[in-house]
């Protein structure tokens, strides 16, 4: 007694492809909660004196999709203090960055200001400890790599 497929394989395909577009959106929607948890840390955890709020303004994240920017829900370059430059140099920066990812997923934090190398390297925490939630979160995902970009 043999097995007959009574199901059209458009059927069996369309039924894969809206199982594999819905692991994508959730994927995303990790990604931007992610992006919202780490800004956060970055932002709290700052052990920078914040004079001007130019370099916390200037922290944010996107996430990517096919070269298409998904905005994340608010919290990316929110102006702190007096930092309205801040908030803009770190938007102008992450779309240069998103400009690299035409294809696939692609989740990016910025600490926008061109002087945080240099904060961070006089040994403050502008973005160290966000760094680490990111890895370890992440990691969680499935997705043990993390692209550093100075």
């Known amino acids: 007694m043999g097995i007959k497929q009574t199901t059209p394989m458009s059927e069996i395909d369309r039924q894969i492809e809206a199982a594999i577009e819905n692991q994508r959106k959730q994927f995303i929607k990790h990604l931007q909660v992610i992006g919202e948890k780490v800004v956060n840390e970055a932002r709290e955890k ?9 370099l ?5 994240y996107i996430v990517v999709v096919d070269g298409r920017v998904i905005e994340g829900r608010g919290a990316s ?5 007096d ?12 779309s240069q960055l998103a400009a690299d990812y035409p ?4 989740l990016i934090v910025v600490a926008g200001k061109n002087y945080a ?6 040994g403050f925490d502008v973005t160290i400890s966000a760094e680490h939630l990111a890895s370890r979160l992440l990691l969680e995902l ?6 550093r970009i100075e």
Do not use: C, L, W
Not at 56 to 60: E, K, V
Not at 77 to 81: A, E, I
């Open 46 to 54: 700052g052990s920078y004196k914040d004079q001007t709020g130019n």
């Open 56 to 60: 916390r303004s200037s922290i944010g």
């Open 77 to 81: 370059f929110q102006v702190v203090k």
């Open 83 to 94: 930092g309205h430059q801040g908030a803009k140099e770190g938007r102008e920066y992450i």
């Open 103 to 106: 294809t696939g997923i692609a």
């Open 117 to 122: 190398k240099f904060v961070q390297a006089r």
């Open 142 to 147: 499935g997705m043990p790599n993390i692209k």
